[in-house]
C-alpha cells in the first residue's frame, strides 16, 4: 500500500484519481491546488504524486520546480506522474526536463494511469534501495 498526492484543481478529476488509487489498495492525499500540494510535500513523504499541470495559484510546471529545489536528504525522489489535457511538444518538454517520471494526457486511461502509478512506485521502490547502499553526506 503507498501514499499518493493527488493534485488537481478540477473536483471531477480529482475525485476520479482519488477512486483509482483507492481501487488500486493506496491511500489517496487530497490537494486541491499548487500552493497545497507544496504544503504537503514539505511535511510528509509520498510514494507518488499524480499532478495536473494547469491550475490556479500555482501550476503542475511550479509545483515540478519546487520540489526540484527542495534538499535533497539521501531519499529517492517522489516519482512525479504529470497530469493534462494540453498536448502541446512544448509542455511536454518542460515537464520533462523537471524530470517528471510519467507525462499523461486528460482524458487518461485507467489502465495506462495504474500502470504508471505501478512503474512509478517500482522505479522509488528501487532507487530507495540502491540509496539505501550508498553513503549520505549532510552539510
Known amino acids: 500500500m ?4 493527488v493534485v488537481d484543481d478540477d473536483l471531477f478529476y ?3 484519481l482519488v477512486k483509482l488509487v483507492s481501487a488500486l489498495g493506496h491511500t489517496a492525499f487530497i490537494a486541491k491546488d499548487g500552493l497545497s500540494a507544496v504544503e504537503a510535500l514539505t511535511t510528509r513523504d509520498f510514494d507518488v504524486v499524480l499532478l495536473d499541470v494547469f491550475m490556479e495559484n500555482l501550476s503542475g510546471i511550479e509545483v515540478l ?3 526540484n529545489s527542495l534538499p535533497d536528504d539521501c531519499s529517492s525522489p517522489t516519482p512525479v506522474i504529470a497530469i493534462t489535457s494540453d498536448e502541446s511538444p512544448e ?3 518542460r515537464i520533462r526536463q523537471l524530470r517528471a517520471a510519467f507525462f499523461v494526457l486528460k482524458p487518461f486511461d485507467h ?8 512503474q512509478a512506485l ?9 540509496s539505501t547502499k550508498a553513503t549520505c553526506r549532510h552539510t
Open 2 to 5: 503507498a501514499d499518493i498526492l
Open 14 to 16: 480529482r475525485n476520479l
Open 65 to 67: 520546480e519546487i520540489i
Open 91 to 93: 509542455t511536454e518538454r
Open 111 to 118: 489502465g495506462q494511469l495504474e500502470e504508471r502509478i505501478e
Open 122 to 130: 517500482a522505479s522509488r521502490s528501487t532507487a530507495s534501495s540502491l
